[in-house]
Nanobody
Framework: QEQFVESGGGLVQPGGSLRLSCAAS????????MSWYRQAPGKERELVAG????????NYASSVKGRFTISRDNTKNTVYLQMNSPKPEDTAVYYC?????????WGQGIQVTVST
């Protein structure tokens, strides 16, 4: 059974740092493109960052480029999102997503609040 467990969210001050993790099980993790999405209240879900199966290629939303870093560890079946210098507008529920030829799965989401 596929399962995705997100962790690391919470309250962070503007200019601080936070690292989200998404641990996958029940899939051949290294075969899946992994992404982080977010959804703020009253807004549509948007792509934050994506990473290829090997980790060689990444892409970012323009709003987070230079501040956030996506990475993955295929030996731990985990994808990460390092959030540096977060801004209040980064406040949202963050979701990991696994996309591959055998399926498309989402994590349950984790709240990130950027505030003083």
């Amino acid at each position: 059974q596929e399962q995705f467990v997100e962790s690391g969210g919470g309250l962070v001050q503007p200019g601080g740092s936070l690292r989200l993790s998404c641990a996958a099980s029940g899939i051949t993790f290294s075969s899946y493109v992994m992404s982080w999405y977010r959804q703020a209240p009253g807004k549509e879900r948007e792509l934050v960052a994506g990473i290829s199966t090997t980790g060689d290629n990444t892409n970012y939303a323009s709003s987070v480029k230079g501040r956030f870093t996506i990475s993955r560890d295929n030996t731990k079946n985990t994808v990460y999102l390092q959030m540096n210098s977060p801004k209040p507008e980064d406040t949202a529920v963050y979701y990991c997503r696994a996309l591959g030829s055998r399926g498309d799965w989402w994590g349950q989401g984790i709240q990130v609040t950027v505030s003083t």
